[in-house]
């Protein structure tokens, strides 16, 4: 009941926040992204589509498929987050973000589901209007473990 609780907290929040169609933005990344759990790390591609309601505001969805075949394997990890922006300069934001995850991990010992909430921060450079990199650290903390994870990409607004 928790993961259906904050998943209608986060559109609730995106429909408060409607803006404007004039600061309304899409945008879409990808990159690379590392977890590190309590028995081990993982790589990771991750994809991410997002729509920035306001400058202020975005919510956004992710999903990432693991790169390694070793003891512990991401088979998916997947987010929908809301996201408060703080522009700095013309080309640099920094964020924060809060919303709800859920991932499998396999291991020896088997498949392991972890559903939760995820929060952190990060930064977007934009190094001309369309294009940006972006560098992320989110916290995974779910019903059965913890995972910090650590994402560089780059995202393309449209």
């Known amino acids: 009941m ?5 998943m209608a907290a986060v559109a609730a929040a995106a429909l408060m926040a409607m803006p404007a169609a004039a600061n309304a933005q899409w945008y879409a990344g990808a990159g690379y992204t590392n977890f590190d759990y309590d028995g081990g790390d993982v790589d ?7 729509y920035k309601m306001s400058p202020n505001f975005a919510i956004e969805g992710e999903a990432s ?7 512990v394997e991401l088979n998916h990890n997947a987010g929908l987050y809301g996201v408060a922006i703080l522009p700095v300069t013309t080309n640099l934001d920094l964020h924060g973000r809060l919303g709800y995850q859920t991932t499998e991990v396999g ?7 972890d559903d939760g909430v995820g929060y952190g921060v990060g ?3 934009r190094l001309t209007p369309g294009f940006g990199v972006r560098a992320d650290y989110t916290r995974l903390e779910g019903d059965e473990g913890e995972a910090d994870a650590m994402s560089i990409g780059g995202t393309f607004n449209f």
């Open 2 to 6: 928790n993961k259906f609780a904050m």
């Open 44 to 50: 990771a591609v991750t994809g991410r589509l997002g």
């Open 65 to 71: 498929a693991g790169l390694d075949d070793g003891a």
């Open 107 to 113: 291991t020896p010992l088997g498949e392991f589901t």
């Open 123 to 125: 930064a977007t450079y």
